[in-house]
């Protein structure tokens, strides 16, 4: 496994390292950029079994997934993102990964709660998702992107009492609220905290993806998500430095 990470060291302190999160923001940037297509997939079971932790994006259709995905990873096109809703249908799997290494999979999965989708395919679409976050096994974090002028609807909460078992297990879980140039200064500050109590522990970020707001923040997230040895070790060596 190949990291970033560069825990403090006592007798050198930088400026520009975060010591606590184990990287700079420019690193996660750099890592997130790294991201190639991997593979895709119509079901859970045609997806490739991988031992890397995944990160897995989930939300509405249209609530700005795949756009989230590019902005993360600095690629235009390597997420279908569209203005019709339902644009992503399959399971997209992108690897991450300094020097050619794969340390980690991010996932892009179809929206949910498109009205125009055929009654048939919601139900199948609904049941393929919910097994993959029940059953992929290096599933590690998820990410619910959730539009704030609509706050969280009756899918997500399906999705959320879907999740909720692995999450008191473990998973890490964010909630994304996304298209934030929508709002004013003061309707992001209100949805940021009723958010923060919906969200039920789980982490909380304003993003944008015209506005560019978010996104380091995401990013160096994601990358201590997916780290977890580096970012312990990291923080272990900051509560012990001298400067405290
Ligand atoms: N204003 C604004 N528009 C955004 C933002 N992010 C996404 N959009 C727009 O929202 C629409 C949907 O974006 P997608 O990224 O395709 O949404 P998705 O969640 O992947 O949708 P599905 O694949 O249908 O589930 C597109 O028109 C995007 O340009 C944002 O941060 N701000
Ligand atoms: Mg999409």
């Not at 997939?41 to 932790?53: D, I, N, R, T």
């Not at 879980?173 to 919906?198: G, H, P, Y």
């Amino acid at each position: 496994m190949t990291t970033q990470t560069s825990p403090a060291d006592p007798k050198t302190p930088s400026v520009a390292a975060p010591v606590a999160t184990g990287i700079t923001a420019a690193e996660a940037m750099g890592w997130m950029h790294t991201a190639k297509f991997l593979t895709t997939a119509p079901q859970l079971h045609f997806l490739p079994p991988l031992s890397v932790p995944e990160i897995a994006f989930v939300g509405r259709s249209n609530a700005g997934k795949s756009t989230c995905i590019n902005t993360l990873t600095q690629q235009k096109q390597l997420a279908f993102a569209s203005k019709k809703p339902g644009r992503t249908q399959h399971i997209n799997l992108f690897s991450l990964g300094k020097q050619g290494v794969t340390d980690a999979v991010l996932a892009d999965l179809p929206g949910y709660g498109y009205a125009a989708v055929p009654k048939q395919d919601k139900i199948r679409w609904q049941q393929v998702m919910a097994n993959y976050l029940v059953t992929r096994e290096n599933l590690k974090a998820i990410v619910l992107m959730c539009d704030p002028r609509h706050g969280l609807t009756e899918l997500d909460e399906i999705l959320l009492d879907v999740v909720r078992p692995r999450v008191e297990e473990g998973l890490k879980f964010l909630v994304v609220l996304t298209k934030a140039d929508k709002l004013t200064r003061s309707e992001q500050t209100k949805a940021l905290s009723i958010m923060k109590l919906q969200a039920g522990g789980g982490e909380v970020r304003l993003f944008s993806a015209t506005k560019r707001q978010g996104i380091e923040d995401v990013a160096t997230l994601l990358w201590q998500w997916a780290h977890p040895e580096a970012t312990s070790a990291a923080a272990a060596a900051a509560s012990t430095s001298p400067s405290d």
